[in-house]
């Protein structure tokens, strides 16, 4: 099926520090999100992206957090400065159209703030 | 709160034998998807399911809007079905400009020989 890629599996990094994850969406998806899990909890979104914007952010989606989708390429999740409530693993969708369309998800990226 | 309520939260499950897992939902859901998650972490997409039921393979799903519901049943179960299922819903009234799935707390299950 259609794959979704997640650079890089697994971040290290030091509290205050700033981490870009990475997302390679299916190629010709439009609608772009991040959800996060905790260890041993479900997924809980943070917010989706399209057409050069964020169309809706949860709670969790906090200031500090950014998306942004340059020239086509990668969809990236900035974190800036991390904290340690921060660890977790950040999950990438992507879907063809918005709503009633199926989710795409990546295997993940797991970050640990150290 | 929670609106998607899914059991059990943990299940064993003999080579062979099969059981349904469900997620209740306590808002209307106008559509829902089930991915496992397998021990790597990585979510395979299941099904997708506006209503009705489908099947693949030993696996067969059910989603009823009315009665706010889905259910995942799994037939004659293998050791390579072991993982994490979530059931993922998407709320009615949400905008048709984007998806947002809710997530179920999730089943671990177990297959032994």
């Known amino acids: 099926g259609p794959k979704v890629l997640q650079i890089p599996s697994h971040q290290i990094i030091d509290m205050g520090q700033m981490v870009t994850l990475n997302c390679d969406p299916v190629?010709?998806?439009?609608?772009f999100y991040w959800y996060k899990q905790i260890l041993g909890q479900q997924m809980e979104f943070l917010v989706n992206?399209?057409?050069?914007?964020?169309?809706?952010k949860s709670k969790l989606f906090k200031d500090q957090f950014s998306v942004e989708r340059p020239d086509g390429s990668y969809f990236t999740l900035k974190i800036q400065p991390t904290a340690l409530e921060d660890s977790a693993v950040y999950f990438c969708a992507s879907s063809l159209r918005g709503g009633r369309s199926t989710l795409y998800f990546g295997a993940g990226t797991r970050l640990s703030v150290l | 709160g929670d609106q998607v309520e899914q059991s059990p939260s943990a299940l064993s499950l003999h080579e062979g034998t099969g059981s349904a897992l469900r997620c209740n939902f306590t808002t209307t859901m106008r559509a829902v998807q089930w991915f496992q998650q397998n021990s790597r972490g990585s979510l395979i997409n299941l099904f997708y399911l506006a209503s009705g039921t489908k099947e693949n393979g030993r696996l067969k799903s059910t989603f009823n809007s009315k009665e706010s519901y889905s259910t995942l049943h799994i037939r004659d179960a293998q050791l390579e079905d072991s993982g994490t299922y979530f059931c993922?819903?998407?709320?009615?009234?949400?905008?048709?400009?984007?998806?947002?799935?809710?997530f179920g707390q999730g089943t671990s299950l177990s297959v032994v020989p």
């Open positions: 993922a819903a998407e709320a009615v009234g949400a905008s048709s400009s984007f998806s947002k799935l809710v």
């Open positions: 190629s010709n998806h439009l609608y």
């Open positions: 992206f399209y057409n050069g914007k964020v169309m809706e």
